[in-house]
C-alpha cells in the first residue's frame, strides 16, 4: 500500500527538503517514519545517494482504514477515505475460485468463502493465503451441502448441534447469504494458532468454530443464552472474542486465553444503556487502552435524550454476570473510532489530521441517489463528533472517488502488516 498517509499534512517534509538534508541525518530519520507515503517520498527524493541502503522500518507503520465493498465476488472494491481514491483486491491467488465471496475482515486479512464450501483466510496486500476446512465438516445437523442444490446450503435453524431437525425444517440458502458474522482471534502473521469464530445465518444458538494446529473440522459450540441474536463480534488482546445481542443488550464472551486451547462461554448482562429509540446497529469494538466499548447507531430520530445518532460506553467487566455501561464522550488524544458491522476498530489518527480528526466516529449509513435516471441504494459516510455529541458531518451524498455503482453494505478494513519492500 502505497496510499497511506496523508498527502496533505502540512507537517510532512516535502521531496525537495528531503534532498537537502544531511545524508547521515537521513538514514537516521527514514526507519523511524510511520506511514507509507513520508518513507516512499524520503526514499524516492534521496535515491540519488545510490550507495545508500536505506533500512525498512522495523515497526508495523500506521495506515488508514479503508471503506471495504465485502459483498461481492473475488474482485473486492474499497475506498480509501485519507486518499479520497478506490481501487480492487483483484490479485487473488489462484487457488481461490474467482466466484467466492468476502465475509468479514479481521486483523488486515480477508474472510472468503469459496463455491466449494472452503473458507480461506486472505491477506490482500501481502497476497498471502491460509485454506481453512471447507464448512461441509460442520455437523449435519447444522448444515449439509448436497451436490442437487447447486452450490447452495441447506441449513437447520434453531438446532443444539447434537440433533438433527426434520427436513421440512431445512431451509435453502445461497453460498453468499450463509455467513452473517466472521472473526479472527489474532493476525495469523503473529503465530498460526489463531481461531476462527463463525455466526451463521439463521442458526442463532450454535457457533461454529476452528482451530488452528488443533482441529481438522469446524466444530459446533452452543451458545448458553437462548435466541441470542449477535449484533456484532469483537476480537480483544486478552483473548477473547466478545459477541452482543444489541436489542437484548446481553453479551458473551468466548475465551481462548487456555494453554490447552479449550474454549469457554460465559454470558453478561450490560446494564446502564437506556433503551434508545428505534437501536439501529450495534457495535462492539476495543478501544487504545484495552477496554470494551459499546457503540449504538440510532435511527434517524431526533427525541430525547438521544438527540444524536450514535451513543458510545465503555464497559466495564469487574463484575461478572453484568457488564456495567459508562457513557463515554473522549477515547483519548488522537483516537478515533471506526465502527461497521464486523470490522469496527479504534484507530490512531495522528497522522492523518485532515482526513480523520480526531475523538470522532467513523459510521456508514444509508444513501439514495439517482444516475441515468433510475434509482439506486448504497452507503456513505457520517462522521460523529464524540465532544459535541452531534454529526459533525453528513455527506448527504457518495464521498469522492467512492465506488457508488457497487451496492450493500460497507465495513472498515484495517491493514496490519510490515513495509513490503518492492
Not at 474472510?111 to 464450501?117: E, F, I, T, W
Request: with cysteine; aromatic share 12%.
Amino acid at each position: 500500500m502505497t496510499d497511506g498517509g496523508d498527502d496533505d499534512d502540512d507537517e510532512a517534509i516535502l521531496a525537495a527538503d528531503w534532498a537537502s538534508l544531511p545524508r547521515d541525518l537521513v538514514g537516521q530519520i527514514i526507519p523511524r517514519l510511520t506511514c507509507t507515503v513520508h518513507y516512499l517520498r524520503a526514499v524516492f527524493a534521496c535515491r540519488r545517494w545510490a550507495i545508500m541502503n536505506f533500512p525498512w522500518p522495523g515497526h508495523r507503520p500506521l495506515q488508514p482504514p479503508v471503506a471495504l465493498f465485502s459483498e461481492f465476488a473475488t474482485s473486492i472494491p474499497y475506498y480509501n477515505p485519507a486518499a479520497g481514491i478506490s481501487h480492487n483486491f483483484s490479485d487473488f491467488p489462484s487457488q481461490v475460485p474467482t466466484n467466492s465471496y468476502c465475509f468479514g475482515a479481521s486483523h488486515g486479512w480477508l474472510l472468503l468463502l469459496s463455491p466449494n464450501s472452503f473458507i480461506y483466510v486472505f491477506n490482500p496486500v501481502t497476497n498471502e493465503l491460509i485454506c481453512l476446512p471447507p464448512l461441509i465438516t460442520a455437523p449435519d445437523s447444522m448444515l449439509q451441502f448436497p451436490t442437487e442444490l447447486c452450490g447452495k446450503y441447506r441449513v437447520f435453524p434453531d438446532t443444539s448441534g447434537n440433533q438433527v431437525v426434520p427436513a421440512a425444517a431445512a431451509v435453502t440458502v445461497h453460498c453468499r447469504d450463509l455467513i452473517h458474522l466472521s472473526v479472527l482471534s489474532s493476525d495469523p502473521v503473529d503465530g498460526k494458532n489463531f481461531t476462527m469464530l463463525i455466526v451463521l445465518n439463521h442458526i442463532a444458538d450454535v457457533y461454529l468454530y476452528f482451530r488452528m494446529g488443533v482441529d481438522a473440522a469446524w466444530v459446533p459450540i452452543p451458545v448458553p443464552l437462548a435466541h441470542f441474536h449477535c449484533s456484532d463480534l469483537a476480537p480483544m488482546r486478552n483473548k477473547k472474542i466478545y459477541a452482543v445481542d444489541g436489542k437484548k443488550m446481553a453479551m458473551l464472551a468466548f475465551d481462548l486465553s487456555d494453554a490447552a486451547r479449550n474454549i469457554t462461554v460465559s454470558s453478561y448482562k450490560i446494564s446502564g444503556v437506556p433503551r434508545p429509540p428505534s437501536p439501529d446497529a450495534t457495535f462492539l469494538l476495543e478501544s487504545a487502552d484495552g477496554s470494551l466499548l459499546l457503540v449504538n447507531k440510532i435511527r434517524e430520530v431526533r427525541a430525547d435524550p438521544y438527540n444524536a445518532v450514535l451513543v458510545v460506553f465503555r464497559l466495564d467487566l469487574s463484575a461478572p454476570p453484568q457488564a456495567r455501561a459508562l457513557p463515554v464522550a473522549d477515547i483519548g488524544a488522537g483516537n478515533a473510532l471506526f465502527v461497521s458491522e464486523g470490522g469496527s476498530g479504534c484507530f490512531d489518527v495522528s497522522a492523518f489530521p485532515r482526513a480523520f480528526p480526531a475523538n470522532h466516529v467513523y459510521f456508514f449509513r444509508p444513501f439514495l441517489g439517482y444516475r441515468a435516471g433510475r434509482m439506486f441504494e448504497a452507503e456513505t459516510l457520517g462522521i460523529f463528533s464524540l465532544e459535541k455529541g452531534d454529526l459533525a458531518a453528513d455527506w448527504g451524498r457518495l464521498p469522492r472517488g467512492w465506488p457508488y455503482l457497487k451496492l450493500g453494505k460497507v465495513r472498515w478494513l484495517f491493514f496490519n502488516l510490515m513495509f513490503i519492500p518492492w
